[in-house]
């Protein structure tokens, strides 16, 4: 197998692990007991999948980036974590308590985050041309997310399946008590998790770097914050990553709240991940003709754009789905434009370290507030057990307005065509 495709086949795994589970599980939480569900509340939910998340993030420059830049190849650190990680999210779907949930998810996120920037190394490590080629491994990784979000409720959530319209253009019947069988979204990912762990021994050798100046790396890379560009695209994807997060946190009850079958939320939310896969695919082409600010730019205003729709109630439950179409550009344009640019502007040996320093920011910071605020805005928007969804998706939209206005007059690139820092 080349080096290539097995890059890609990480990418696949990566992110099939990630797109089993995550899309059900906040309908899963909150759905009520007698439902099938855990019956948690909104502010419960948000500490279970935000602080977690944050935690693991903010302990991944100690456990990915200062072993993968200094002490162990980065392939084999990334099949200890995936492999155990798998074993806790198995463990995890049988718990029924909150105090279980939450534990149990800072467990995962401390072993699963790191991940997530090992497997960005890695590639990194072994292409050249990153504009053009992260983007198109990458995308391996969109085409997993939907695989998994597709096969789960296929084969567990459905039964005598026939073709329809939306995504994965084959719907059944839903089994009796599917509700409750959103939890087994958990062991089909812990299954993939100790494949991918497996697999893992079959990726390039990607060796810790002997002759680093600095012993500490993370603390090498937090010297990026002396570029400007890198304290700005920082702070707006703190921003960005508090309403990304959201997204995740209340989509899955959004949808059933506007009809959609349980069994089909994950499938419908896929669709972000078909115009993902367009927008990767010619990621590199607008980095060289837009150049990254205005890539970047794009990426926040589809944020502003998707919760706009979100929020109008007028429009029909279909048209909601579909505008699920603008994560292709939010993630795309966003996050993968944000990882090639810190990834250009940091020294060779603290590669790593840098991409977890930035997950710091996004995969910490972010979704801790974001767990908060979802709560929060829950709280506000609820008059009599009755949750707005409107003004709620409103207030995350404006948030996205305000980001790409400050973002478009504070960002000056400072990278050289070449890649050299100025």
Partial sequence: MSKNYRLGTMMFLQYALWGA????????LSASVSEGGLGFTGSEIGMTLGLAGSIGAIAAPFIAGQFADRYFSTEKILAFLVFTGGLVKWYTSYQTTYSAWLYLSILYSVL???TLALSNSIT??????????????RVWGTIGWIAASWAFPMIWLQQELSFQWMPPFLSGEEVPNVTSRLADALKFSGIISMIYGAFCFMLPNTPPKQDASEKLAFKKAFELFNYS???????????????HQIYFLQTGPFLSHIGIKDSQIGPAMTIGQFAEILTMAYLGYFLKRLGFKKVIQIGILAYFARYAIFGTTLLAPWIMVLSQAFHGFCYAFFFAAAYIYVDKISDEDVRHSAQTVFGIIILGGGPVIGGWLSGKLQEIYTEAGVFNYSDFWYTLSLMGLITGIAFFFLFKEQIKPNGDKN
């Fill in 112 to 114: 699963y985050m790191p």
């Fill in 229 to 243: 560009s890198f304290t700005v695209l920082v702070i707006a994807s703190l921003a960005v990553s508090i309403i």
């Fill in 21 to 28: 589970w995550l899309p059900l599980t906040a309908r899963y």
């Fill in 124 to 137: 990194f490590s072994h292409i050249e041309d990153r504009e053009n080629s992260f983007p198109k491994i």
